[in-house]
């Protein structure tokens, strides 16, 4: 069976402002084709279709609009879109009935018949223009590990997450008489997968062992990640495709599409298809400089190269006030859009010296930085390793306990 895996398109997202609808349009249009080229079994979309859960009209439209569009570059291929942490689950599956005419599977959320879970919603099959079944999707939405549903009374509230997961790939194991490639879809974060650029401010982020996806998957098709990677374990396997396109400056990796060739009980075969994005995002310089010079290279970037602007500034202790209306008036003409300036201060040559810090890089901080420069300024020394293996314990911890409100 072969998937096309994808996730976390964040449609309708801004950039300081500035409207990115014509990135996501050529992102859709890009999907089109690459599915018109690789002509899969199934399209999955793990989570995540919007930025916001109340998205406009037009993003709305963008999305009805290039779903079909994708559709029809390969009507026999099954598409199948679960809710992510951004999206409204009751909303995405509004016109869910309406969907299934375009063999589009949306699946947003768990659905309870006379208080008995209906497990059969998650199982979809994929079948070829001809009708022979290729296989099976498991779709599941994003739930948070304290809302998934009670299948029996022995279950621990904690452990319901799993017992869910494997229920579903037990479902399927009894119909799967034909040894056939079972695919999982989730939209969380599995413990050890590298963060790099991911904002885990926005809607929160669960942590989950690999083991608690349960066993019965050939392929684990996951979303959430912003940074596309590979997850080994358990004895399956499990990918995060990452997102087509950067939500922010510090996602600096390259986006893509995954395809994946699924077999029952072999190790998938992955590659992946770059998405190019007309307006990239750029730190200018790399390394940090005095406001001078990174202005003097705003100055100098070429007018007609479309692109997002940041300018990483290294400071002693303030940057000028027009500072920000110089950087604007040097893109005025061009094509790139400067949207913020990223300050790094200078250290210390004294350690009696107070360091100040303004909103915004306190902003940019995680709580662990911001713990060792407390610490650094309190007691005169750097935090020790398993001080600071114990801050970033105590920020997991409530950090869970704020998904519980």
């Known amino acids: 069976m072969k998937i096309l895996h994808t996730s976390d398109w964040h449609l309708g997202h801004t950039l300081y402002n500035y409207d990115r609808s014509q990135e996501q349009q050529a992102f859709l249009e890009q999907l089109s084709r690459i599915v018109a ?8 979309v793990s989570g995540d ?14 999305y009805t609009d290039g779903m079909l569009e994708i559709h029809r570059a390969c009507p026999e291929m099954a598409i199948v879109v679960t809710a992510g942490n951004h999206d409204s689950s009751s909303k995405l599956e509004i016109d869910s009935n309406l969907w299934n005419h375009f063999g589009v599977k949306v699946v947003g959320n768990i659905e309870r018949n006379q208080e008995e879970v209906n497990l059969g919603k998650h199982i979809v099959e994929v ?37 869910f997961f494997q229920a579903l790939q037990d479902e399927v194991e009894k119909i799967n008489t034909d ?42 098709a996951l979303g959430h990640i912003h940074c596309p990677q ?3 374990g358990n004895g399956r396997h499990a990918r995060y495709c990452g997102t087509p396109l950067p939500v922010n400056f510090d996602e600096t990796y390259p986006h893509s599409v995954s395809i994946i060739e699924v077999r029952r009980h072999e190790a998938p075969q992955i ?27 705003l100055e100098e970037y070429p007018d007609d190269k479309p692109a997002y602007i940041r300018l990483n500034v290294l400071i002693k202790d303030y940057l000028a006030p027009d500072c920000n209306e110089r950087a604007s008036g040097a893109v005025k003409g061009k094509k790139c859009k400067y949207c913020y300036i990223k300050s790094n201060r200078e250290k210390q040559a ?26 650094q300024e309190a007691e005169g020394e750097e935090m020790d390793e398993e001080l600071c293996a114990l801050m970033d314990a105590a920020v997991q911890k409530v950090r869970e306990k704020n998904n519980l409100r």
């Open 127 to 163: 079948r070829d223009k001809e009708g022979k079944l290729k296989g099976y999707i498991i779709a599941v939405p994003h739930v948070y590990p304290q809302n998934f549903p009670m299948l029996d009374t022995e279950t621990p509230r904690e452990e319901r997450q799993a017992r």
């Open 350 to 375: 004294s350690d009696d010296r107070a360091r100040h810090i303004s909103i915004q890089e306190m902003q940019e901080m995680s709580p662990l930085e911001i713990a060792k420069l407390y610490y």
């Open 230 to 232: 590979d997850i080994k």
């Open 49 to 62: 279709i919007y930025h916001y859960s109340t998205p406009s009209a037009t993003t709305q439209k963008m």
């Open 271 to 297: 590659r992946t298809v770059e998405i190019e994005n007309p307006m990239p995002l750029v730190t200018l310089p790399k390394e940090a400089v005095t406001f001078e010079e990174a202005i003097k290279l």
């Open 37 to 44: 080229e690789e002509k899969p079994d199934a399209m999955v």
């Open 179 to 220: 040894e056939l490639p079972v695919v999982l879809m989730a939209h969380l974060s599995i413990e050890g997968s590298d963060r790099t650029g991911h904002d885990e401010t926005a809607g929160g982020i669960e942590y989950v062992p690999i083991s608690s996806m349960g066993e019965g998957y050939d392929y684990l």
